[in-house]
């Protein structure tokens, strides 16, 4: 086994005071004050956090891999929603394994230098992408366990019932190794088909559920309570994440609520998506538009794992961002007007330990027992981490240092003159 390390002298976001963490056989094995004596007597390993404040590994629950990095290839004309699926659509039938994995190999190195410990990436499978985008992150998967855990959604894009030779498809995926199934509903003539076809395939091969759902801002009618009603009646409470949900933005407080309750009772999460709904919405509005990110506080007010994660990089559907879920975390913060102290802590929670539960995985957090998976921030709040988003990161996966990033900025002021 490699070596333990200890961390000695950290922040922690919900205790207050220094502490020093024991990290061991990839969990965390203790938790004390750093006031305890002789912290460094049996640890050659140590690393001495100076007062900096130490959160759990980021998890950006929500991205898409397979077109991550196309803006190069085909800049935005009009920006909209109908572009960007003709366009991304247009282009994925030039994607080659060497070119899906190329893009996802720089995100997934910026990701693990960023901090973040878990990701779910959604892949496309359908008549245009075959397997093709499967068959290239699989191996990835394998090959960046050290430094992220990976889960390949296997992801219909473009429909399912207008295309039915979808179908067979997402089941070969499914054997092939997918973790977890997933549609848009919102693009297939008949959404609800859409959903039971996925929940059926989610049965057969056991795996959790990942909806694109509710986004966008037209008068359809929610999807969410068909949802709920199919996670009910197939016994996938505790298995569903949904993502976007747009439409809960433009709700009144009391039918919120109500869906609050079922999305509890259900233990259904929800992955908001800002920077790809604030880019999306609104567009027909040519004055005081909406902002149409689902209110995720006030969903959590009501007991409901919610997140946040970052969809897209540098694509037609988000022509922005670098794939750092902690610099979504502040615009989601900014956007939702989260500026208390317990704000803030909701907003970190919400890219790191709910993050990691929406995705279904357990032992996450800063306790006893689960994983040392962590990212040491040169911040010395979780104000400034959530507000700021420093670039100084020092990232530990399964109790091992696997990234360190320092900013290099050099100031010349100017000298004295000399007459
Ligand atoms: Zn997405």
């Known amino acids: 086994m490699p070596p333990d390390l200890q961390i000695i002298n950290a922040r922690l976001p919900d205790r207050d005071g220094l502490w020093n963490l024991v990290l061991s056989q990839g ?25 900096s404040l130490l959160i759990p590994g980021l998890v950006d629950g929500h991205i898409h891999l397979d077109k991550a990095l196309l803006l190069d290839r085909r800049p935005a004309h009009t920006g909209t929603f109908a572009e960007a699926m003709a366009e991304t659509l247009s282009l994925k039938q030039g994607f080659t394994e060497a070119d899906i994995q190329a893009r996802a190999r720089q995100v997934l190195d910026r990701a693990i230098g960023f901090g973040i410990t878990a990701m779910r ?15 290239a992150l699989l191996p990835l998967r394998q090959e960046y366990r050290w430094g992220i855990t990976l889960q390949l959604v296997v992801f219909a894009q473009e429909g399912i019932t207008q295309q039915p030779e979808t179908l067979p498809l997402l089941r070969q995926a499914m054997a092939l190794g997918g973790d977890a199934i997933g549609s848009a509903p919102y693009v297939d003539p008949d959404p609800k088909a859409n959903v039971r076809h996925i929940f059926d395939i989610a049965q057969e091969y056991d795996c959790d559920v990942d909806f694109h759902l509710d986004f966008l801002d037209d008068d359809e009618p929610l999807l969410l309570p068909f949802v709920i009603a199919e996670t009910q009646r197939r016994g996938w409470q505790g298995r569903v994440c949904l993502g976007h949900m747009t439409k809960l933005a433009g709700l009144p407080p009391e039918q919120l609520a109500d869906l609050a309750a079922a999305l509890r009772e259900t233990q259904i999460s929800i992955l908001a998506l800002p920077a790809s709904d ?28 919610v997140g946040v994660a970052t969809n897209n990089i540098l694509n037609l559907f988000t022509p922005f961002g670098d794939g750092d879920v902690l610099k979504i975390c502040t615009l989601l913060a900014q956007v939702l007007q989260l500026g208390t102290t317990a704000s803030h802590r909701l907003c970190l929670a919400m890219a790191t330990t709910q993050a990691a539960r929406a995705i279904g995985i357990a032992d996450y957090g800063l306790t006893i027992g689960s994983q ?13 981490a959530v ?9 530990i996966k399964a109790g091992q240092v696997v990234a360190q990033t320092r900013l290099d900025r050099q100031i010349f002021a100017p000298g004295p003159v000399m007459v």
């Not at 992408?129 to 499967?134: K, Q, V």
């Open 27 to 51: 969990k965390i094995a203790a938790i004390a004050p750093a006031a305890s004596p002789d912290p460094t007597a049996d640890f050659s390993n140590t690393l001495n956090a100076n007062a």
């Open 121 to 135: 990436s959604h892949v496309e499978v359908d008549p245009t992408a075959g397997l093709r985008s499967l068959e």
């Open 278 to 305: 604030l880019y999306m919405m609104s567009r027909q509005e040519t004055y005081n538009q909406r902002r149409g990110v689902a209110p995720l506080h006030r969903l959590a007010e009501q007991g409901v794992n």
């Open 372 to 384: 040392a998976d962590l990212v040491l921030l040169k911040a010395t709040s979780v104000a400034e």
């Open 387 to 395: 507000g700021a988003a420093p670039a100084d990161r020092t990232v």
